[in-house]
């Protein structure tokens, strides 16, 4: 009796154990073979228009493309894909699958994906996004001019120039960035309810801003006048105050944790250190005078929460965002909070705004995606079809919003369900086919129009730097980068001279130099190669 | 004339070889196999050629650690901490237990004991939260409380040796509970009959706590504190991201192995080099597995674990 109790317990045992490890093993290949059954065989009927210079098979065999996106998958997404892949499987026989990736573990399963040999085609990317670390991996299916002339021929005719060159890496493309010029400008939210509170009449500049900011800081201890420090937002105010420094006589060089600058002109593109400019002493101590004036929390180098959710939350008085952060926020916002009367303004100063990198969007195809081709039609369709464009970018018009024409939309009720512009459309944005939100920021179109008569990108923006060589360096650096630099970015520095000091002890002993002259050399290449 | 043996005792001992079996499957298939993936740390590693196709990179991988001539702190603090957090802990479960043990009131014990045990459950980044809630200087519940009786208020974070004592409480409230029921569980084990005839020599509380409990719970003990030495070398990373919240500022007393690899190689995905960082603290590990073995060897030859 006893006995058999035992072995009963054992093979219990066993069971469990085995059933655990193919319950892990078999959610690998659930995806796969879960595809192409829900329509049969239309295969033959399907003509092919988009693609009808390509010489490739009569009829096209039915697909189902899985493609990845950042974020999360909000409530209406399949209801806009379900008509989506309708029209997508009317034109070119396929289907897409979403998977996504939410935000706050994108960073450790994106690189995953790639290395697990997961079967998808289609993978969102960005310059912030890791397209250089997977693309210099091979991760991505290298795009030709030859491909997308054959498969994706509206692309050919409409992708901006500059796009096309700025997504080389070591001279392939394996990115179709954006075909969208974003303008990054940052704004303030001030509350008008506490201006007139303190008798502030106006904040047009960054001095108001500060006249503001002291008030709050006197006024109101159950308040943070300004809630920055988190990943988000800890470098904000010092990337203002630094532009405003030196514009037009520096260029930035990516990536950022590099912290690498070029002098306007100078044709040697001698790569050298943020640091080493003296406009960075000047600002780190305005940050430093700033934080002792109690504009931020004495604990914001570990702040989890955003100043955007601070804000929201009535945690605090200010919020500081870009612009296309700031339309969303201030909808919601005016919304939630009327008595609020948030007022919005522009926080650029003399710092010109600036003019997006193309690969700050993008899609890519994954390396040993089965069904490139297929999967760079798909592509061309979302990118170029208006029809297909819009459902992703705005969802389904007379549901999520109303076309106004002009280019000018309305949001309906609805639209929280499928926010506008807010689905990871962003890699196949067009500008042929773009709609703006019709009302919002009243001040808006003055902002811009001040934003658009400066604003410019880097010299080296679309230069990719190859880290190959000088991956330790590059690895010590990033490490200062996240920790020293961050401290100085929100002005926590005991004595800004001596820490600054410091930190090039520490950059240097990293290998810095190394780093800046690989970076130079590679830079007066590509320099040299687009004049 | 050994097979012969072994296919015996398979036979003899069936059922036992049969319970072993579950573990021996898990652990071939979790530790065993993966360990192949060490290669990665000598490679430059890229998709297409996989793990065992890429170009080999000798020892390059190894470099950035040494680079910023923080290999030295970081592997200080790791083993320094786990150092502390292995004594403490250990005392405190071992206490615990034997107060735990002396209690005769059924319910009052198993109370204690699972709400000890609760914090073992409970996610770091829920601890961290707690932290800083507690520790935040503007509304944190330390300096509001400050505020109230009018004391001056404390800035914990930009204080790095304020944190050396927060790192060992926490670990404590996580994980007293634990290795309290593993104490426990021993020391019900000991023969009663030995304390009966110690009470009837007249031995006191504390007589028999000494000469008979601590012992007798002597072989748990060693064979626990041999296994955590064979973690020593990793920080639990969990705990040092979220509970200091990765502060800049105190990096110089919390910054551990892993924390600092983290750090490193966020935005760089460099696969060769995190297994360099991870093969580099399991060498390190077995080496000092390997000496704190023939130590308890040298004294206690019954105690080791292999």
Redesign the interface.
């Known amino acids: 009796m006893k006995?058999w109790k035992?072995?009963l317990s054992?093979a219990l045992?066993?069971i469990?154990?085995?059933g655990a490890?193919t319950a892990c093993t078999g959610g690998g290949t659930a995806g796969t073979s879960a595809s192409g059954s829900d329509t049969p065989a239309s295969a033959t009927s399907t003509p092919v228009e988009s693609v009808s210079s390509a010489e490739s098979a009569p009829a096209l065999e039915e697909v189902v493309l899985t493609m990845y996106l950042l974020g999360d998958r909000t409530p209406d997404f399949d209801m806009v894909f379900d008509q989506i892949n309708e029209k997508m499987k009317e034109k070119i026989n396929a289907t897409l699958d979403v998977k996504f990736l939410g935000w706050g573990e994108y960073?450790q399963k994106y690189?995953l994906l790639?290395?697990s040999g997961e079967d998808f085609d289609l993978i969102y990317s960005a310059d912030w996004a890791?397209y250089n670390?997977?693309a210099s991996?091979?991760?991505f299916y290298e795009i030709t001019q030859d491909m997308l002339n054959t498969y994706a021929p509206l692309t050919a005719a409409s992708i901006y120039e500059d796009a096309w060159e700025q997504s080389k890496v070591d001279g392939k493309v394996y990115m179709l960035p954006m075909n969208y010029k974003e303008l990054t400008a940052y704004v303030f939210f001030v509350r008008g309810d506490l201006m007139e509170k303190y008798g502030i009449d106006k904040v047009e500049s960054i001095d108001d801003i500060e006249t503001y900011l002291q008030a709050i800081a006197d006024n109101e201890p159950g308040m943070?006048p300004l809630d920055v420090g988190s990943d988000f937002d800890a470098r904000f105010l010092y990337d203002l105050f630094w532009q405003a420094e030196t514009a037009g006589r520096l260029e930035k060089v990516n990536?950022q944790?590099l912290m690498s600058y070029i002098a306007t002109g100078d044709d040697s593109a001698t790569v050298f250190n943020e640091t080493e400019d003296p406009a960075f002493l000047s600002t780190v101590e305005k940050l430093k005078e700033w934080k002792d004036r109690g504009f931020w929390?004495?604990?914001a180098?570990?702040n989890?929460q955003n100043n955007r959710e601070s804000f929201a939350a009535g945690k605090s008085a200010t919020a500081l965002m870009n612009i296309n952060n700031a339309k969303a926020d201030y909808t919601t916002l005016t919304q939630a909070h009327p008595e609020w009367d948030i007022r919005v303004v522009d926080a650029q100063g003399t710092a010109p705004a600036i003019v997006q990198s193309y690969l700050a969007n993008g899609m890519c195809i994954f390396?040993?995606s089965k069904n490139p081709e297929r999967a760079l039609m798909a592509l061309d369709l979302m990118r170029n079809d208006e029809e297909i464009h819009d459902l992703f970018s705005y969802g389904i018009e007379g549901v999520h919003y109303n076309n106004l024409g002009d280019g000018k939309i309305e949001l309906t009720d609805a639209n929280e369900n499928y926010p506008y512009d807010g689905n990871c459309n962003w890699g196949i944005r067009n500008d042929a086919y773009w709609k703006s939100i019709a009302g919002g920021i009243p001040n808006y179109d003055e902002l811009y129009d001040n934003w658009i008569k400066t604003a410019k990108g880097s010299e080296y923006q679309a230069f990719t730097f190859n880290?190959e060589s000088v991956?330790?360096?590059?690895?010590?650096m990033?490490?200062?980068y996240?920790?020293?630099m961050?401290?100085l970015y929100l002005g926590?520095a005991e004595n800004p001279e001596q820490d600054i000091a410091n930190v090039q002890t520490?950059l240097n002993?990293?290998?810095m130099q190394a780093v800046y002259d690989e970076m130079t050399r590679q830079a007066k290449e590509w320099h040299d190669s687009i004049k | 004339m050994k097979q012969r043996l072994l296919l015996k005792d398979l036979k003899k001992n069936r059922?036992k070889w049969?319970?072993i079996?579950?573990a021996a499957?898990?652990v071939i298939?979790m530790c065993y196999i993966p360990m192949s993936g060490i290669v990665l740390a000598f490679k430059e590693?890229?998709?297409?050629d996989g793990i065992f196709g890429s170009p080999w990179a000798g020892f390059?991988?190894f470099?950035?650690f040494f680079?910023?001539?923080?290999a030295w702190s970081v592997t200080r603090n790791t083993i320094l901490y786990n150092i502390a957090f292995l004594t403490v802990n250990t005392i405190l479960q071992v206490s615990v237990a034997i107060v735990l043990s002396e209690i005769n009131r059924k319910r009052f014990k198993k109370v204690t004991q699972s709400v000890m045990f609760l914090p073992y459950f409970i996610s770091w980044v829920v601890v961290g939260a707690f932290i800083?809630n507690l520790?935040?200087?503007?509304f944190?519940a330390i300096n509001t409380f400050l505020k109230q009786v009018g004391a001056g208020t404390v800035?914990v974070?930009?204080n790095p040796k304020a944190w050396i004592p927060i790192l060992i409480l926490v670990s404590l409230f996580k994980n007293i509970g634990y290795g309290t029921v593993m104490y426990l569980a021993s020391v019900i084990n000991i023969d009663p009959q030995l304390y009966e005839a110690a009470d009837v020599d007249g031995a006191t509380i504390w007589q028999k706590i000494r000469h008979i409990t601590l012992p007798g719970i002597r072989p748990t003990m060693i064979i626990l504190i041999l296994l955590s030495i064979g973690t020593i070398m990793k920080g639990d990373f969990q705990m040092f991201w979220q509970v200091?919240?990765?502060?800049?500022?105190t990096?110089g007393v919390t910054d551990v192995i892993d924390t600092?690899v983290t750090?490193?190689?966020?935005?760089?995905?460099?696969?060769g080099?995190t297994s360099a960082a991870g093969l580099y603290q399991s060498v390190f590990s077995f080496i000092l597995i390997l000496l704190a073995n023939y130590a308890v060897k040298k004294v206690e030859p019954d105690y080791t674990l292999f």
């Not at chain 1, 991956?471 to 010590?476: I, L, P, Q, Y």
């Not at chain 2, 520790?135 to 503007?138: A, H, L, S, T, V």
């Open positions: 006995k035992q072995i054992c045992t066993a469990l154990v085995t490890l960073e690189p790639f290395a890791m670390s997977q991996k091979q991760g943070i990536p944790q929390s004495k604990s180098v570990v989890t390396s040993k880290n991956r330790n360096e590059v690895a010590a990033g490490e200062i996240t920790t020293d961050k401290l926590f520490k002993a990293a290998g | 059922t049969f319970m079996l579950p499957v898990v298939l590693f890229n998709y297409h390059k991988n470099l950035f680079k910023s001539g923080k800083y520790f935040n200087y503007e944190g800035d974070y930009s200091t919240g990765n502060n800049p500022m990096l600092y750090r490193s190689l966020m935005y760089m995905q460099e696969f080099m």
